[in-house]
């Protein structure tokens, strides 16, 4: 089957502590993407890649860091420096790199909890 | 910069209702708009992506439309049944004068409760 997983789908953590969120594709996408969802909210980007060994910014980047090294791999770090980490991380890659009209496809989510 | 505004935040309608959510963006530059679902505590699933120069896209009881110079667009359900139960999201990919890599910029939702 071909798809985006998240692992895991849930995750604790602990003040402090960094702790990092796996993404893997086997669609053969260029493009890959990280948001973050609040209840009741949208989705907002973290960072995004749009091919191997390159990355971007998105529109709330701090106390995030993200790798790059293979293509169906995107993993995010959430990082002690993140105030309020708590949240749905959705995960998302699309065919094509700089092209805007291609539909992103989304992996199933991890929960973060910090406790 | 782009803001999506969904309206309503919530509906609760019977089955077989015809219904219509609407979508506005505030800057009628954009690459394209897309319609996704979530359930909950899931991943989203896209449902219709509508470029910019087409003015509606049909997938069996979805319609989605869109008015890019008044920023509007509204996604149809004809029919609705309960599994059409879940949150229905807007994202558009904004045009900043070169392009975005496909990065979406989404509206709040709207949930939907088809109850029988």
């Known amino acids: 089957d071909g798809g985006i997983t998240q692992s895991p789908k849930y995750l604790f953590r602990k003040e402090g502590q960094n702790v990092t969120l796996s993404c893997e594709q086997n669609?053969?996408?260029?493009?890959m993407y990280w948001y973050r969802q609040d209840p009741g909210q949208g989705l907002r980007l973290i960072y995004y890649?749009?091919?191997?060994?390159?990355?971007q910014k998105g529109d709330i980047a701090e106390g995030y860091s993200v790798s790059r090294e293979k293509k169906e791999s995107f993993p995010l770090t959430v990082t002690s420096a993140q105030k309020n980490p708590t949240a749905f991380y959705l995960c998302?890659?699309?065919?094509?790199?700089?092209?805007?009209?291609?539909?992103?496809?989304f992996g199933p989510g991890t929960r973060l909890t910090v406790l | 910069k782009q803001e999506v505004t969904q309206i309503p935040a919530a509906l609760s309608v019977p089955e077989g209702e015809n219904l219509v959510l609407n979508c506005s963006f505030t800057?009628?530059?954009?690459?394209?708009l897309q319609w996704f679902r979530q359930d909950p505590g899931k991943g989203l699933t896209s449902l219709l992506l509508?470029?910019?120069?087409?003015r509606e896209q049909t997938s069996g009881r979805l319609n989605a439309s869109l008015d890019k110079s008044s920023g509007r667009s509204t996604l149809y359900i004809a029919a609705s049944q309960p599994g059409d139960s879940a949150t229905y999201l807007c994202?558009?990919?904004?045009?900043?004068?070169?392009?975005?890599?496909?990065?979406?910029?989404f509206g709040q939702g709207t949930i939907l409760t088809v109850h029988p």
């Open positions: 998302a890659s699309s065919i094509h790199r700089g092209l805007d009209t291609d539909t992103q496809y």
């Open positions: 669609l053969n996408h260029d493009a």
């Open positions: 890649s749009q091919i191997v060994n390159d990355f």
């Open positions: 800057d009628s530059a954009i690459y394209n």
């Open positions: 509508i470029q910019s120069s087409q």
């Open positions: 994202a558009v990919v904004p045009n900043a004068g070169g392009t975005s890599y496909g990065k979406l910029t």
